[in-house]
């Protein structure tokens, strides 16, 4: 396989090392023992090497998996030996910044942060935000379908993505649409994102940026329950109101964040934006909306501010590192109805003898994301899996039983590649169809959505 790669893109962007994400039960294997595998690792640097690769590996079965910046959590990257890995690190290039139609054409393998600060020099946003920004890449943001801690406002990663260039596993490369928007025929760049790298290469993306808002207004308020603050972010959203950021933090998460709060207490921070005056009138109505809050002024929206990527990559592997133990966050999004007895349901299921936290994010007119964080540990490193998976267990029942998505943000991966069906249903069949017409010969990522075909 080297030998024939070499002669595609030179022996120089070729290299064996171990490749996965940071899915916590890979964390978990390599600490006791079992090491993520060595693989053989393609940097291309041009789109006629990736679309050589692709036609190689398709005439001689090969399993490939794209790699952005491996800060991805559910496993979906995970190859084994004998398969091959495509690196998009040397797609970097920011290609075109269009300040007047307010767009922003780039590579796959811009990472995301400097992306943003390279926005953020003009005085624009993408206003896309994963905890995870600095690890990231736009390939890898786009292929799991992101969303970020401004996703109230600006929207999630597909309402970003105005086009994207993908080659698929045939080599045939598809250029992004003309247009803001397009009717001619179905969006069907749309079927990339989320895709986890089951449809082929994306090469770059063309995405819709935003200008820098004038003014932003914090506050906190302190809700003496969970309802009733759930109930102000609903009557927030519904009342027009968009957000830059809104949080609600439950008691155990509040006091995690080092709110110091009455017991039972739940932490709203909110954040509106715009123009001076948009911004402190939106701040007025979300302060009337949250008249039966205790309101706390502007240290919890500057708190968040100082913390908001404290949960790096680093972190959670440092978290990860004593024996037995276990960590790990789940992202479910529910209408407003849902999600109460979608709370007591799932803290019951990951609360068992650890720490669980819950904080409700991504708000719609419709529902929101509901993120629950879990820790642990237990005796030996197999009780400490068990507790592990008997959460994710439970949980995944609970989303599916009360109608709930199994994921937000983080995609599937190989960690809910057993539920995948169970959620999509008849659209499983669309999605195994779409996926068998576009990659016949079955070479690319098969711990994608479900798993392999
Ligand atoms: C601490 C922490 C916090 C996080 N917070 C958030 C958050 O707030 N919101 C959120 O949405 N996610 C979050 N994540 C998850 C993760 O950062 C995202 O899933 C991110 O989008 C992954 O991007 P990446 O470039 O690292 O992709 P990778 O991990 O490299 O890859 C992810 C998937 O995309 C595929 N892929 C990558 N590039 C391409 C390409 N060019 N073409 C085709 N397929 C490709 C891969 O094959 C793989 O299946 C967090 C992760 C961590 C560790």
């Known amino acids: ?41 393609a940097r291309p640097s041009g789109r006629d090497q990736v679309v050589e690769i692709l036609r190689w590996a398709s005439a001689h079965g090969v399993i490939v998996t794209p790699l952005g ?35 922003c054409t780039c590579e796959a393998g811009v990472n995301g942060l400097a992306l943003e600060e390279r926005l953020n020099g ?42 994207l260039a993908v080659v698929l ?38 995405l819709r940026v935003h200008r820098l808002p004038e003014s932003v207004v914090g506050r906190g308020y302190g809700f003496a329950d969970l309802g009733s603050g759930l109930e102000a972010m609903r009557s927030i959203m519904q009342a027009g109101i968009r957000p830059l950021v809104m949080r609600l933090y439950d008691p155990a998460d509040a006091a995690f964040n080092g709110y110091d709060l009455p017991i039972g207490a739940c932490l709203l921070v909110v954040a509106t934006a715009g123009r001076d ?3 402190a009138s939106e701040a007025d109505v979300v ?5 039966s809050a205790t309101e706390l002024g502007e240290e919890p929206w500057q708190r968040w501010q100082r913390h908001r990527f404290d949960l790096s990559a680093q972190r959670l592997k440092s978290l990860l590192e004593p024996p037995s133990s276990y960590v790990d966050t789940i992202e479910l999004a529910a209408s407003w109805t849902a999600l109460p007895d979608l709370y007591v349901r799932v803290w019951t299921a990951i609360s068992d003898g650890g720490l669980a ?5 991504h708000a719609y007119e419709q529902g929101c994301c509901a993120y629950f964080s ?39 991966g190989q960690a809910r590649a057993r539920w995948v069906a169970d959620e999509m249903g008849g659209w499983m069949s669309v999605w195994k169809s779409v996926r068998r017409a576009i990659d016949p010969a079955g070479i690319m990522n098969p711990r994608a959505l479900g798993g392999a075909r």
């Open 1 to 41: 396989m080297r030998a024939e790669l070499e002669k595609i893109i030179g022996a120089a962007a070729l290299d064996e090392r171990a490749v996965r994400d940071l899915w916590p039960l890979t964390i978990m294997a390599e600490r006791a023992g079992s090491p993520s595998p060595r693989v053989l690792v």
């Open 69 to 103: 910046g491996g800060s991805g959590v559910c496993g979906a990257l995970g190859p084994q030996v004998g398969e091959l890995v495509i690196d998009m690190g040397a797609f970097d290039r920011v290609l075109e910044v269009d300040e007047t139609n307010l767009t």
């Open 122 to 163: 003009l005085g624009l946003t993408l206003g896309h935000f994963p905890s995870s920004l600095p690890g990231t890449t736009v390939g890898g943001l786009c292929a799991t379908r992101s969303s970020g801690q401004e996703s109230t406002r600006y929207g999630s990663i597909e309402d970003m993505v105005m086009g």
């Open 169 to 206: 596993p045939d080599g045939t490369y598809a250029a992004p649409r003309p247009g803001p928007r397009s009717a001619v025929g179905p969006a069907l760049h749309e079927l990339w994102l989320g895709s986890e790298g089951a449809l082929g290469v994306m090469l770059g993306a063309v």
């Open 277 to 279: 005056r948009v911004a």
């Open 287 to 291: 302060k009337s909306i949250a008249s």
């Open 357 to 361: 936290l819950c904080h409700f994010s």
């Open 374 to 412: 879990f820790a642990g540990s237990r005796e030996t490193e197999d009780e400490a899996r068990s507790a592990y998976s008997r959460a994710w267990e439970g949980t995944m029942t609970a989303a599916l039983e009360l109608g709930a998505t199994i994921s937000h943000h983080h995609g599937t």
